[in-house]
């Protein structure tokens, strides 16, 4: 079978289109044939795939061939199943016939001899000529039609079609359509079945000695052929994956070693998308094929595949995944193959993967996530061969122009150098180009940075390209050292271009001669086969090269440093355009990177800030400070000769900002410098910039800074400077957010004085207004140093706590202050509930309990209300307050002492009154005290006693007095509490009096009763009555008649005194009747506790001895009356109605004033003799009046005379309720009698039901 392999490819090359055969019985096919092939390709044919599922193809393209054409010949049974793919697939019958009898006769049985083949699909075609106006005919046609299809046609397919050429045939076609279509579809199912069973054949041989690849081979791809004609290209490209599989799997089986290709001409260049690059007889190698060539054949197999399934994405997909993997067997036969023939075969192939990409992607016709996939594959094709494309730069000298960045060292040197069987040798008439290359390499100096960095340049080879080459010749293993370097004693490790003479080495190599080995079979005897020199390398590659590539675009590339640069920036464009427009958006950022070096070399500065721009964002995102430290000099040397003052200043002050171990004191002082002078020279705009990582801020150890709402303070910060030296700041600001409310900007507190950071830790103290209530942390610090405006918002990277170079990343932030919400901070009472002494000396108690507050210096404002004065004459006393728990035992303020480190011991002071205002002393700034205020309660009226039967009514707030206090504290006086304080004053004693006794002599026992008010003892020493006039004392002389004293009355208990009084027997006449009242002595002591209420005046606590104290005398004036014994009028009450009184309605009620007897002398009233006035008193909650309340009624002066008074109300209230009582303003009580007297109570009933309101019962 593997000798049709020839014929196999010129007939595959042949047939690309599914072949009909046309059996032309009755002459139609030069008639009909245009209008078969206008009909082409087939618009919708269902066919079924190798998994037997039906799939839609779409313009499935069939080529109509007669029986008799050469191209159909009869051929070999073998012959036919080798290329069975281009065998009809279909077999159409062109008949036409008018006379039932001929078709009978003539046409039936020839075709019944044609279709007796049951391999073919067949179908019939009738076509009829025959005009639509020849009716006889037409009926004829018909007939001849209807018989042919009972006589080929069945019930399980319709294998007869009518075409007619003179009239409409738009039914024809589809059904045409649909015949071809289900014969295509047999046969392919019959042909798949019979290939899968022959390849099923020889898979099972594959491990045996007899397999043979090329006959799996063609029966493989022959299947797969069939596929592709019929458009069903994922039914073929899975037979080229399990083809490659099958391959690799039996290529390289133990005992058939094979060769493995890659030396003809132009094997150099990749064949990745040329699957007819090679005849299929050149690369066949027994019974296999070369590894090199067929598997290039079978990519290129899949890539048109799937370029015709518009899949270009995973054309690179498997592009660069080939790409890898055959690298590496050119890997494993380097020694073999000609020199760099793996770097110039991926550099073709990636470049030959993306052309072809390229061409056949068209943006928006896939989904956005494989359109950036592509991309992506694409970026990294360009990042591959750009790579491989390096390395050959660099074999022939071109190292000095390729950027020593921290990418290109990472690339190439982890790319291991060529390993040729020999190195390529020198060729005879090359010492011009050894001399020029020499003086190439004599030339190429070291780009010196910015600033004065000194780097040691990154490497750009894995190891000394000089030591390798001499390593891999023929003749020599390991030479000595120093004739290997040319007696060059400057030789440091890494590239031999960094070791020019011109860079001195810190190190020389010092080594003793070594003795030449040979790497090779043989002698060394020629004193001419020394080792190579560098600048010998690189023209003994360069000329292996040119021997090696076949590609004069690419021989372009390599022939001039100008080109190499314009090849080389080609391939890093197309690197870092197509990674942008993928999801690696970083690596093209990195690539801009080498991009803006090149324009960096060249001058071009504006080109060259914006890529550079965009990397030195890159990587301080990814905080990638050793690379930052590489790029971001050159990026400030591009600002400062592109004159952009605000981009320099920034860019060096992120240098400042890197880590200290990446560049030297010397350089980083440099860097300040330029900030300095920068900040300090004739910019026309401030520069703002963020140096959150070079001026790091944080809050003071320890708990967060406690102020009340109101209150200023002292903030203090810990402020970290990176700079290397000192460094003046012209402004600082702090901002403070609260936590509760971070949409409001902070308030931005300033420093009071320019400020000078040192290195490392700095502490800064910043004045504190008054903030609202909340917790604040740091915000933002700002400042400025000349024209530069910088801000920090960041806490700092760690160290040791002790030290200065500690900063500490605090996430979430810790409270740096906090406000409380206003509460009460002091509290401001009165010591003493119960009454004092009034017109006497008392202290006033005021408590001042601070609430976890200090009232150091805190001034207090006293001012006493009205009837109140303070004796200045006696200081103020501040004593230690001493609240006693009963739960505890202990005292509230000993433990609030106890705790507190600033109390002092000291228990009470004197303070005197200036101005109305005390200063707090030190000691009570945290401890409750208690305040003891001289005052004296002033009152002018003189206390009255009253009767046992009608007692008065004690009206507390006579003896009310207020004191107004206002306390100053905090820090500054800011914080303001007012409170009023009041005071009870109150009389000793409360007198009721009552006439216990009357003797037969006129003499009356009068009963003096004192009750105390205080609550303190109150000792009575003596008493005595002064009587008014119209009484007169008896036997007692205005003594009591009991001599028990001292008497002792105890709080809220009551004592007794006894006078006997008698009336005067003589009385004056007139208006001497009104008698002046009678006043009540005692004089008494008290002991009291002014912690506890009424004490001891202070001016009597004050006076020398107890003879020299001044004793305390208490008047109380008495009323005391004479008794009624001759009234001159009677009022008396008259019944109410009998049905009782009910609220709502109306009654009557009545008085009747009588007249006992006629009033003369001075029993006269001032007024009318025969007029009365008379008032109605009533409660208006209980009674409605509806007459005249007050008014005058016609009394005769002649004894005996009555009126009665009546006056209509309303009840208003149910219940037993007090009745209106009537009076007479203008008579005395002692002229009036009541007789009968009005009722206490009354009772008034509730209303009674209204039938308007009731609800009926259901």
């Given at each position: 079978?593997?000798?049709?392999?020839?014929?196999?490819?010129?007939?595959?090359?042949?047939?690309?289109?599914?072949?009909?055969?046309?059996?032309?019985?009755?002459?139609?096919?030069?008639?009909?044939?245009?209008?078969?092939?206008?009909?082409?390709?087939?618009?919708?044919?269902?066919?079924?795939?190798?998994?037997?599922?039906?799939?839609?193809?779409?313009?499935?393209?069939?080529?109509?061939?007669?029986?008799?054409?050469?191209?159909?010949?009869?051929?070999?049974?073998?012959?036919?199943?080798?290329?069975?793919?281009?065998?009809?697939?279909?077999?159409?019958?062109?008949?036409?016939?008018?006379?039932l009898d001929e078709f009978k006769n003539i046409l039936k049985p020839r075709l019944k001899l044609i279709v007796q083949n049951d391999e073919r699909e067949w179908f019939i075609v009738f076509v009829s000529k025959v005009h639509p106006s020849n009716d006889q005919a037409t009926k004829s046609v018909k007939k001849v039609y209807a018989k042919l299809e009972v006589d080929f046609s069945s019930k399980k397919r319709e294998r007869c079609c009518k075409l007619d050429i003179h009239g409409p045939n738009a039914h024809f076609w589809e059904d045409l359509e649909l015949k071809i279509t289900e014969c295509i579809r047999n046969t392919l199912d019959r042909r798949v079945l019979f290939y899968e069973d022959e390849i099923r054949k020889l898979t099972e041989q594959r491990f045996m000695p007899i397999w043979n690849f090329c006959n799996f081979f063609i029966l493989k791809e022959s299947l797969a052929f069939i596929f592709e004609m019929a458009h069903l290209h994922e039914d073929a490209l899975r037979e080229y994956d399990e083809l490659e599989l099958c391959y690799l799997e039996t290529v390289n089986m133990l005992g058939k070693q094979r060769e493995f290709g890659g030396f003809d001409s132009e094997d150099d260049q990749a064949t990745l998308l040329k699957p007819g690059s090679k005849p299929l007889t050149q690369i066949v190698q027994d019974d296999s094929f070369r590894e090199f060539d067929f598997r290039q054949y079978?990519?290129?197999?899949?890539?048109?595949?799937?370029?015709?399934?518009?899949?270009?994405?995973?054309?690179?997909?498997?592009?660069?995944?080939?790409?890898?993997?055959?690298?590496?067997?050119?890997?494993?036969?380097?020694?073999?193959?000609?020199?760099?023939?793996?770097?110039?075969?991926?550099?073709?192939?990636?470049?030959?993967?993306?052309?072809?990409?390229a061409s056949h992607h068209h943006d928006g016709i896939v989904a956005p996530n494989i359109e950036k996939e592509l991309y992506r594959l694409q970026g990294d094709l360009y990042s591959l061969a750009r790579v491989k494309f390096m390395r050959l730069g660099y074999l022939i000298g071109y190292g000095t122009d390729i950027e020593k960045s921290p990418l290109n060292s990472a690339c190439l040197s982890m790319l291991p150098w060529p390993k040729p069987a020999v190195w390529p040798s020198l060729p005879p008439d090359a010492s011009s180009e050894v001399l020029e290359k020499e003086k190439t390499i004599l030339q190429a100096t070291s780009r010196t940075k910015h600033f004065g960095i000194q780097r040691?340049?990154?490497?750009?080879?894995?190891?000394?390209?000089?030591?390798?080459?001499?390593?891999?010749?023929?003749?020599?293993?390991?030479?000595?050292?120093?004739?290997?370097?040319?007696?060059?004693?400057?030789?440091t490790e890494g590239s031999g271009l960094e070791a020019s003479p011109r860079t001195p080495s810190s190190r020389k190599v010092q080594a003793p001669p070594m003795s030449r080995t040979n790497s090779s079979p043989g002698n060394f005897e020629s004193p001419l086969d020394r080792p190579m020199r560098l600048a010998e390398i690189f023209v003994a590659a360069e000329h292996a090269l040119r021997l090696t590539i076949s590609d004069h675009d690419l021989l372009k590339a390599l022939s001039s440093t100008q080109d190499f640069e314009h090849k080389y920036l080609n391939l890093t464009k197309g690197a870092a355009e197509n990674y942008h427009r993928s999801w690696w958006k970083r690596h093209g950022v990195v690539l801009d990177g080498e991009i803006a070096a090149v324009c960096f070399k060249h001058g071009k500065y504006d080109l060259a800030a914006n890529s550079y721009e965009k990397v030195c964002a890159l990587y301080a995102g990814e905080r990638w400070q050793d690379l930052l430290a590489e790029v971001l000099p050159n990026l400030a040397e591009c600002q400062k000769n592109l004159n952009d003052h605000a981009g320099y200043m920034s860019s060096c002050v992120r240098l400042l900002s890197l880590d200290k171990g990446l560049f030297s004191p010397k350089e980083r002082q440099a860097f300040q410098i330029e900030v300095v002078n920068l900040a300090h020279s004739e910019m026309e705009n401030p520069v703002p910039l963020d140096v959150s990582s070079l001026i790091t801020f944080s809050g003071s150890t320890g708990p967060?800074?406690?102020?009340?709402?109101?209150?200023?303070?002292?903030?203090l910060v810990t402020v970290w400077s990176g700079f290397p030296d000192d460094i003046t700041l012209d402004s600082l600001s702090l901002t403070l957010v609260a936590t509760n409310n971070t949409d409001e900007g902070g308030q931005a507190l300033k420093s009071s004085a320019a400020t000078v950071l040192k290195p490392g830790?700095?502490?800064?103290?910043?004045?504190?207004?008054?903030?609202?209530?909340?917790?604040?942390?740091?915000?933002?610090v700002t400042g400025q140093i000349g024209r530069l405006r910088f801000r920090s918002h960041s806490f700092s990277k760690g160290g040791p706590a002790d030290t200065d170079d500690f900063m500490s990343y605090e996430k979430p932030t810790r409270p740096i202050l906090k406000v409380s919400k206003p509460?009460?901070?002091?509290?401001?009472?009165?010591?003493?509930?119960?009454?004092?002494?009034?017109?006497?000396?008392?202290?006033?108690?005021?408590?001042?309990?601070?609430?976890?507050?200090?009232?150091?210096g805190a001034i207090l404002h006293i001012d006493t209300g009205p009837g109140l004065k303070i004796e200045d004459s006696y200081g103020i006393e501040m004593e230690r307050y001493v609240e006693i728990d009963c739960d505890a035992g202990?005292?509230?303020?000993?433990?609030?002492?106890?705790?507190?480190?600033?109390?002092?011991?000291?228990?009470?002071?004197?303070?005197?009154?200036?101005?109305?205002?005390?200063?707090?002393?030190?000691?009570?700034?945290?401890?409750?005290?208690?305040l003891w205020v001289p005052v004296r309660a002033l009152s002018e009226k003189l206390a009255r006693g009253s009767s046992s039967v009608t007692p008065l009514k004690q009206d507390i707030l006579e003896g009310m007095r207020t004191v107004a206090l206002k306390l100053e504290f905090g820090m500054h006086h800011n914080q303001i509490f007012e409170r009023t304080v009041a005071a009870h004053f109150t009389d000793p004693f409360d007198v009721t009096t009552r006439v216990v006794n009357k003797c037969n002599d006129g003499t009356m026992v009068l009963q003096v009763m004192l009750h105390s008010l205080v609550k303190v003892n109150l000792i009575v020493l003596d008493a005595w009555l002064d009587l008014q006039e119209g009484f007169v004392h008896g036997k007692s002389e205005g003594r009591p008649t009991s001599t028990f004293f001292p008497l002792v009355v105890s709080p809220g208990s009551r004592a007794a005194v006894v006078f006997s009084i008698s009336l005067e027997k003589t009385m004056s006449s007139g208006k001497d009747l009104q008698l002046p009242e009678s006043i009540l002595n005692i004089k008494y002591e008290i002991n009291g506790d002014r912690a506890a209420g009424a004490h001891k005046p202070v001016d009597a606590d004050h006076s020398g001895s107890d003879s020299e104290r001044r004793a305390l005398v208490f008047k109380s004036a008495i009323v005391l009356q004479r008794p009624v014994l001759d009234p001159c009028l009677t009022v008396g009450f008259l019944q109410l109605p009998s049905d009782g009184l009910r609220v709502g309605k109306l009654i009557t009620i009545q008085w009747r004033v009588e007249r006992l007897k006629e009033l003369k002398g001075s029993e006269a009233v001032e007024q009318q003799h025969d007029e009365v006035l008379y008032e109605v008193n009533a409660n208006s909650e209980n009674w409605m009046i509806a007459g005249r309340k007050r008014g005058h009624v016609s009394l005769s002066e002649e004894k005996g005379s009555r009126v009665v008074i009546s006056i209509l109300c309303v009840p208003l209230v149910a219940g037993y309720v007090r009745p209106p009582q009537l009076s007479l303003p203008n008579v005395e009580e002692e002229n009036v009698r009541s007789n009968p007297p009005g009722p206490h109570l009354v009772c008034v009933l509730p209303p009674l039901l209204s039938s308007s309101y009731c609800v009926p019962v259901k």
């Open positions: 079978m593997a000798n049709y392999l020839a014929q196999f490819q010129t007939v595959k090359t042949s047939c690309d289109r599914i072949v009909a055969a046309v059996e032309d019985v009755s002459d139609l096919w030069p008639t009909v044939k245009g209008l078969f092939e206008e009909h082409q390709p087939l618009k919708r044919a269902f066919l079924t795939n190798r998994t037997r599922n039906p799939v839609l193809v779409e313009n499935l393209p069939v080529e109509f061939i007669l029986t008799t054409d050469a191209r159909l010949r009869s051929r070999s049974p073998q012959e036919q199943y080798l290329f069975w793919f281009r065998e009809p697939y279909a077999t159409i019958v062109l008949v036409t016939c008018e006379d079978l990519f290129a197999c899949q890539s048109r595949l799937l370029f015709k399934l518009n899949r270009p994405s995973e054309v690179s997909s498997r592009g660069y995944s080939f790409v890898i993997s055959f690298a590496k067997a050119l890997t494993l036969h380097e020694s073999v193959l000609p020199f760099c023939l793996r770097e110039v075969w991926v550099i073709t192939a990636c470049l030959a993967l993306l052309d072809a990409t040691k340049p990154l490497p750009l080879e894995p190891s000394v390209l000089l030591r390798v080459a001499n390593r891999r010749r023929a003749s020599l293993s390991t030479g000595n050292i120093p004739e290997i370097f040319d007696g060059r004693t400057g030789f967060p800074l406690q102020l009340c709402d109101g209150d200023p303070g002292t903030l830790r700095n502490t800064i103290t910043f004045d504190l207004p008054p903030q609202k209530p909340g917790s604040y942390v740091l915000g933002v509460r009460a901070l002091v509290d401001l009472a009165s010591a003493v509930s119960s009454a004092l002494l009034i017109n006497e000396a008392q202290w006033i108690g005021i408590i001042v309990h601070p609430i976890n507050y200090s009232l150091k202990a005292s509230k303020a000993e433990v609030s002492v106890e705790d507190s480190p600033v109390s002092p011991k000291q228990d009470s002071e004197v303070l005197n009154l200036c101005d109305g205002k005390i200063v707090f002393s030190e000691w009570a700034s945290n401890v409750s005290s208690i």
